[in-house]
DNA sequence: GCCGTTTTCGGCCCGACTGTTTTCAGTCG
């Protein structure tokens, strides 16, 4: 039986939902499983454990059928009514589905017509003629569908919000320069922060709609034009990374930015409250539904703010946009004032040539003082990570002696000596308490044994975090986005065993890790458990990502008080001095 | 399948683009 987890539950409610889908069933019983799925990841609570004792009455979306099945999942590890399901269709479809263009429609048509159930046999198939044949299907489709094929084949479809930022902000720069644009914003989950995104929403506010979707046509970097019209354009750059334009009028603005920023949860909140207050709000406009007496609010509103401000919400950051609880706050004033890039003073996982960093402490002294950061933690590999040439004892202690000397070169940077030391599999840590004791601080991360089960490598993350000498928990789930999965633990547990014991947790923000990732942060943040935001640099360019960090950290719902690299480098050594039980 | 300060039944967000169609279905966001 697999192990149960959070995301199991939900990913199987997603599962039924793209496999009702495929049966043609009612599209709001779809809805109804994949927002359930959503309430099941966001949920603050075991929900696991609430799922196994069939205790899960009263949460919203949550209803009858889905409290049944959930339960049976929880229970036994298995759903009949998912496997029923599951039987009536061959595997391949999914992999149908995922395709640019098909849907659960085409995808059922292609499997009951042409019993098609792979991308192999639809390439033949659209190769061979008989795909134009069927109803619904032409020419145009089958050339579209083997487009699709190959750029299924080339990328995954996701990106690294790293990874697509410098195009980003290229084509952004692009749009701003146009004489005909009046105002550009990249959209959608780049806006939002998210740190994988699918494609890029570009938006122009403009007088020659049509001029500018045939301008973005024509950028260039562009591999293949997958639409242009009058006011909507998309095309597939050569990095394999789809972007869209929509071009709309100067008063369409602020709608439309809000819209294409979504999230799609949040916006169907959103909405569906303006239809509460007798308004529908769609890109366009706030204007009231029809036959009510009121007046239209769409003339007078210029900004984003202002679509909320009318609803008599606060105004919610693009980063907190995922329907996640932020309509409740934004309704009670009491959203938070969330951190910002001038807020961060200093980073502390960082590593050197000493281990499998590229540049020498030196150069990352150099390089830290550059970005204006007031301090500097190195913490290179411990012994166990043989693999990354960790340091054992002597050599580290060695390195100590290095920074304590490189220290007496900078009078506004401060160096800090750590390490990033092996959590062992039993929980036990790679150097004993004496050396740890001699360090400035300690970064604990797993790097083996990846394998455990959730319980047991929850119980050795916490016995890591009981050490006192632990500063910090380094990248929780060892995820590598796009690449790993992240390891099993139980997140509840973690985060309250860090407010306990006054652990911080790190939000490794290395391009490919995002890790602890931002779902989980506000209910650390309200559990009083510190964040420090840490690049994880192996070279001088990684510590650019703080960048990226400071963006998912918003996503996180943090403030500046919650990020104890915002102490000013005063601040930051009497916290350090500070025996750790103590610390605020 | 879920939900209820209009409702326990009848709603559930909505518009653009494409291709196959002669008025619309499917897909996407």
Redesign the pocket.
């Known amino acids: 039986m697999p192990e149960v987890t959070r995301d199991l539950l939900a990913d199987l409610l997603d599962e039924i939902a793209l496999l009702l889908e495929l049966k043609g069933e009612?599209p709001?019983?779809i809805?109804?499983?994949r927002?359930?799925a959503e309430v099941v990841r966001s949920f603050d609570g075991d929900i696991v454990q609430r799922a196994k004792d069939d205790d899960l009455k009263g949460?919203?979306?949550?209803?009858?059928?889905?409290?049944q099945k959930l339960h049976e999942l929880a229970s036994t590890g298995l759903l009949e009514f998912h496997q029923n399901l599951k039987d009536e269709f061959p595997e391949g479809l999914f992999e149908l589905l995922e395709?640019?263009?098909?849907?659960?429609?085409?995808?059922k048509a292609l499997y009951e017509e042409l019993a098609i159930a792979s991308l192999g046999a639809l390439r033949r198939a659209c190769e061979a003629g008989t795909v134009?044949a069927l109803?619904?299907?032409?020419?145009?489709?089958?050339e579209?569908i083997l487009t699709a094929i190959d750029a299924h084949e080339r990328f995954s479809g996701r990106f690294l919000l790293a990874a697509v930022a410098p195009d980003a902000e290229r084509i952004l720069h692009l749009l701003r320069q146009h004489p005909a644009v009046n105002r550009a914003e990249i959209a959608?989950s780049y806006r939002r922060g998210k740190e994988t995104v699918?494609?890029l929403?570009f938006l122009v506010a403009t007088k020659e709609p049509a001029t500018l979707t045939e301008f973005f046509a024509r950028l260039e970097g562009t591999q293949e034009v997958l639409?242009?019209?009058?006011?909507?354009a998309a095309i597939h750059l050569q990095s394999g990374l789809?972007c869209?334009l929509r071009a709309i009028s100067n008063a369409e603005w602020p709608f439309a930015l809000m819209y294409?920023t979504?999230s799609?949860d949040h916006?169907?909140e959103l909405?569906?409250r303006a239809?509460?207050q007798k308004l529908?709000l769609?890109?366009?406009h706030l204007a009231p539904v029809e036959g009510a007496e009121l007046e239209d609010p769409t003339p007078k509103i210029k900004e984003e703010s202002e679509i909320y401000a009318e609803m008599g919400l606060q105004y919610i950051e693009p980063a907190l946009r995922e329907n996640r609880g932020e309509f409740k706050a934004a309704e009670e004033g009491a959203l938070p004032r969330l951190v910002e890039q001038d807020n961060l003073r200093g980073t502390f996982h960082n590593h050197t040539t000493a281990s499998d960093g590229r540049a020498t402490l030196e150069e990352m002294a150099n390089a830290a003082q550059e970005l204006g950061l007031a301090y500097l933690g190195i913490s290179d590999h411990s012994k166990s990570s043989f693999q990354a040439n960790g340091l054992d004892e002597e050599r580290l202690l060695a390195q100590v002696k290095a920074i304590r000397t490189l220290q007496t070169k900078f009078d506004d940077l401060d160096l800090y000596a750590g390490n990033e030391v092996d959590i062992l599999r039993d929980g036990s840590l790679d150097f004993d308490d004496g050396i740890l004791a001699q360090l400035d601080y300690v970064v604990a991360s797993v790097h083996a044994s990846f394998g455990l089960p959730e319980k047991e490598m929850t119980a050795r993350l916490i016995k890591a975090m009981e050490n006192p000498h632990v500063t910090m928990l380094g990248h929780l789930t060892g995820r590598l986005l796009l690449r790993r999965d992240p390891y099993l633990v139980n997140h509840e547990k973690i985060i309250d065993c860090a407010a306990e014991t006054k652990t911080v947790i790190e939000l490794n923000c290395s391009g490919k890790r995002m890790d602890m990732d931002w779902s989980w942060w506000r209910r650390a943040r309200d559990r009083g458990v510190k964040c420090s935001i840490n690049p994880d640099a192996h070279n001088v360019e990684g510590l650019q990502n703080l960048h990226f960090g400071i963006r998912v950290a918003r996503k996180g719902w943090l403030r500046r008080e919650d990020i104890v690299n915002c102490l000013s480098a005063v601040e930051m050594r009497n916290w350090l001095q500070t025996p750790k039980g103590q610390r605020d």
């Open positions: 009612n709001f019983k809805r109804a499983y927002n359930g949460i919203k979306g949550i209803g009858d059928a889905l409290q395709l640019q263009g098909l849907g659960p429609r085409k995808v134009g109803a619904g299907f032409g020419k145009k489709s089958e579209k959608g699918h494609d929403d639409a242009q019209g009058s006011t909507k789809q869209d294409f979504g799609k916006n169907v909405r569906s239809l509460k529908t769609n890109e366009y």
